[in-house]
């Protein structure tokens, strides 16, 4: 089983994989938890690129080195590791290529869905949760924990397009997404991750 982490930057989604994580291992599933971009060598040498190069990066570079990322990530880590019985968590996958640089770059969605395809190995999720959070409550967040990267630093009218694009994303695909009320409180977040992976195990 593959389950992505979706949602806009201070969204909590990557505490609500550590989370899911033990829960699942406490069922009794073999469960391995990563990330796109950096679940790789070569990832973790592209995301640093992604998400610290101080100059500018032209969207249609950004979103190739993004797919670059998956390309190897897919082939070596994840299908490996699904064809061996594991239950894979990812932090991000296709959906965020499609709501960051489709929706917030403005490049074609309908090229970037198929270079993912390509990227993929047409490997989609199983289940995907999409943490759901207004712009203004993610960047008091990340402001409150951390230094902000290259993308947490664009504009907030950015990042109200992220979430508007997950949102049309999950709008399309209403089988394979949970929507996670992100603006709650961790556990109440918890609360609401629990159900969906009990409902999708069921």
């Given at each position: 089983m593959f389950i992505?982490?979706?949602?806009?930057?201070?969204?909590?989604?990557?505490t609500a994989i550590t989370f899911a994580k033990d829960y699942l291992m406490s069922l009794g599933y073999k469960v391995h938890a990563t990330r796109n971009p950096g679940g790789t060598e070569l990832g973790i040498r592209l995301r640093e690129i992604l998400l610290n190069y101080d100059g500018e990066?032209?969207?249609?570079?950004?979103?190739?080195?993004?797919?670059?990322?998956?390309?190897?990530?897919?082939s070596k880590e994840i299908k490996p590791l699904l064809e061996q019985g594991y239950i894979v968590l990812c932090d991000r996958y296709i959906d965020s290529t499609v709501a960051y640089q489709g929706y917030g770059r403005d490049?074609?969605?309908q090229q970037i869905e198929t270079?993912?395809?390509?990227?993929?190995?047409?490997l989609k999720p199983d289940l995907t949760l999409l943490f759901n959070i207004s712009t203004e409550i993610a960047m008091q967040r990340i402001d409150s924990t951390r230094t902000k990267d290259r993308l947490e630093s664009e504009m907030s009218e950015f990042h109200h397009k992220v979430a508007l694009g997950y949102l049309e994303i999950a709008r399309k695909e209403p089988e394979r997404f949970t929507i996670i009320d992100a603006n709650k409180a961790l556990e109440k977040v918890q609360i609401q991750?629990?159900?969906?992976i009990e409902v999708f195990l069921a």
């Open positions: 992505t982490f979706e949602g806009a930057d201070g969204s909590g989604k990557s990066v032209e969207p249609l570079a950004e979103m190739l080195m993004f797919l670059a990322d998956r390309a190897q990530h897919v490049l074609s969605i270079m993912n395809s390509i990227a993929t190995q047409n991750v629990k159900k969906a």
